[in-house]
Nanobody
Framework: QVHLVESGGGLVQAGGSLRLSCAASGRTFSDYGMGWFRQAPGKERQIVSSITRAGGTTYYSDSVKGRFTISRDNAKNTVYLQMNSLNPEDTAVYFC????????????????WGQGTQVTVSS
């Protein structure tokens, strides 16, 4: 079992930045590929970014590429999402998730989920 807790969400103006953190506990963190997802009201949960177990490979959805950066610190059991140049379309609940696979961009391949953190971007 892996327990995930997100933090760092909040209200920010368009053009601003936020850094999300996801702290993991329970199992060896480096055994899991990690991902960030988001879900806006009335929409399906979608992948934002993912990172391999060792952090050597990353993925970004087209909508955030060039603005968001995912990273992980296996010594601190934490994965981060640095979000820059935020716009109102980024408003959503952001979830981190862990997969037993080395890497995945598919929601259904993630085994453990955090409770989510709200990000609201005002125009």
């Amino acid at each position: 079992q892996v327990h995930l807790v997100e933090s760092g969400g909040g209200l920010v103006q368009a053009g601003g930045s936020l850094r999300l953190s996801c702290a993991a506990s329970g199992r060896t963190f480096s055994d899991y590929g990690m991902g960030w997802f988001r879900q806006a009201p009335g929409k399906e949960r979608q992948i934002v970014s993912s990172i391999t177990r060792a952090g050597g490979t990353t993925y970004y959805s087209d909508s955030v590429k060039g603005r968001f950066t995912i990273s992980r610190d296996n010594a601190k059991n934490t994965v981060y999402l640095q979000m820059n140049s935020l716009n109102p379309e980024d408003t959503a609940v952001y979830f981190c998730a862990a997969t037993t696979m080395i890497f995945s961009t598919r929601t259904y391949e993630y085994n453990y989920w955090g409770q989510g953190t709200q990000v609201t971007v005002s125009s």
